[in-house]
């Protein structure tokens, strides 16, 4: 909890909180202090997924899962809590890592049919890019324990309720597996909520770590001995984890990373122990021992640890800096980590399944990585949208049966139950065939949910990398833009001005960097040389968007920046000129997320 915190603030300030929040859909300036530091992070995420600040919209993802460790260890601690809360109109609440909700106890009646109205509910979804600020999502969302009161929450249908919700970590690996959220009414709350939650999601770790796998343990210790005795490249796997040593992750690339796994998971799978040599995708050669870590009172091994030490590095280095591919720009942590997961898969002969918003540069990102893996290799694109002509599966299995390279076969998820059920076959068969050796295969899919048929066809791609939408690495705003504008200008006379700038870092760019480069090259057909000015962004970077809106929309909310920029910002001169009320403009400005020019 942050210095201040303790006191509820509908104690000492629930009209100015909600007068802040107000201030902020508005896309206004919040004073400083008005809003707790974590609290206004947090609604900037949630205006960044355009998140309904009116409505609930949680998404029902399944049915809970109740039989995994996580479930069966919290169960009963969280009775033992809802017996000691027995008479307290508190609910006890637990979901999984994604904040989907796996059971909920409550003893108070009017509470139990308040949280059903706004399902917070098991099976449904209280992640923060749904419901946007919350105890449960904003915990995932930061790592650590969060408490959310009132005019707090995103969401208005939330502005009754209080909640103080801390992370449950894995008591072996750290990871976090779940969330323990306490939820009351908002004038029930009390500062001890986040200290009782936090206590409970100790409790269920122990419990955990109590009934951990004595293979598991084992594994651990075996490693950690390992690391203290080696300042080597030091690692250990078995089915569900894997551990690397800082040292390993410093001198390895992620594609290097992922084939030392794969040789290790392979000879221990066959008892070839070593030491042996090990090509790597880099060039580099490695030498390599494994050792089978034996299971306590279980049959077969737990796992192994195996070491490695570089006899041969990279011929010339490595050609780019980890993380940069030729073609692209960006620095963001999140664009970067993104970048490396889909070139270690390729590194690996993986095939990969590659998710992101439209826009977001998924297939850019796989011409870049198949530039660097294969220069010479064929690559070929198959787009679903053109799944309509009886020839594109007829293409796309001659591809899968015939073709050297790699292959991407973009928004598989618009392909019809029909073509994915063949597609499945197709893919079947390859594997059958043996074809992941002479072919690298991608697929392309937005984040919507998974019907039964993808989910079955996603299974031939053992990982799914998600894209990260522009609104989640702005920062790369910075280098985004001049990049584009080199590629759309040749000249190379057209900059960016500070102001022009701070608009584009506000935008929260539902169409990504797509979105960015047609706003560019607007831009570009009307100046061609000079500094492009705040005036020179077309009406849609003046607003703070929170939805899609519909053509007539578009109209209307172009008018209404025209006008402000006509009349240097006066609310009264632009409503009078296109016939509005007074009050009606402020609506529609606050409603279409406008910034309004400074006077």
Known sequence: MSSGSAVRPEVTGDTRLARARERFLSAEPVEPGQVRDPILASWRRSRGWNVAADHIDPSFVREPDLDTPLSRNALPVLRDLRENLEGQPISV?????????????????????????????????????????????????????????????????????????????????????????????????DALLIALAESTA??????????????????????????????????????????????????LDPGDQAAVLGHAAEALAVGQLGPVDVELPSGARARMSCRPVPGKGQP?????????????????????????????VGSGPLWLRACDQVDAAHAGGQWLALEGEPGTGKLALIQAVHRRRRPVGRLRVLDAADAADHQWLVRVLGELLEGQGSLVIRHVDRLSAVRLRTLW?????????????????????????????????????????????????????????????????????????????????????????????????????????GTIDPGDLPPECWTVSRRLLSPLESMERDAIVQALLDFNGNKVKTAESLGMSRATIYRKIHEYGIVTPAS
């Not at 490695?308 to 073609?327: D, S």
Request: aromatic share 4%; proline share 5%; net charge neutral.
């Open 425 to 529: 076959i197709a893919l079947e068969q390859a594997l059958a065939a043996g074809r992941q050796q002479a072919l690298w295969v991608a697929v392309t899919l937005s984040q919507s949910p998974a019907g039964p048929d993808l989910a079955s066809l996603l299974q031939f791609f053992p990982s799914t990398v998600e894209l990260p939408p522009l609104r989640h690495h702005i920062e790369d705003m910075h280098e985004l833009v001049p990049f584009f504008l080199a590629k759309l200008n040749h000249d190379g006379r057209l900059t960016c001005s500070p102001g022009a700038m701070q608009l584009l870092l506000r935008f929260s760019w539902p169409g990504n960097t797509e979105q960015l480069r047609q706003v560019l090259r607007r831009v570009v057909r009307h100046k061609r040389s």
């Open 300 to 328: 077969g091994p737990a796992g192994g640890v195996a070491h490695a030490k570089l006899i041969k590095p990279a011929p010339g280095g490595e050609t780019h800096p980890r993380g940069v591919l030729r073609g692209l």
């Open 202 to 251: 100790d409790q269920i770790a122990q419990a955990m770590l109590n009934d951990a796998s004595g293979c598991t343990v084992q594994l651990l210790q075996e490693y950690l001995r390992a690391c203290r005795h080696s300042a080597g490249i030091v690692f250990a796997l078995n089915d569900d984890m894997v551990m690397m040593s800082h040292h390993a992750r410093d001198v």
């Open 93 to 189: 609440i637990l979901t999984d890592a994604h904040g989907v909700l796996l059971t909920r106890l409550t003893a108070d009646r009017d509470l139990e049919r308040h949280l059903d109205g706004v399902q917070l509910l098991p099976g449904f979804s209280y992640a923060e890019r749904l419901v946007g600020t919350n105890g449960i999502g904003t915990t995932l969302e930061t790592g650590q324990a969060a408490h959310v009161f009132g005019h707090e929450h995103y969401a208005e249908h939330l502005e009754d309720l209080a909640c103080a919700a801390a992370p449950v970590r894995h008591p072996i690996s750290g990871k976090i597996v779940g969330v323990v959220d306490l939820t009351c009414w908002r004038k029930d709350a």
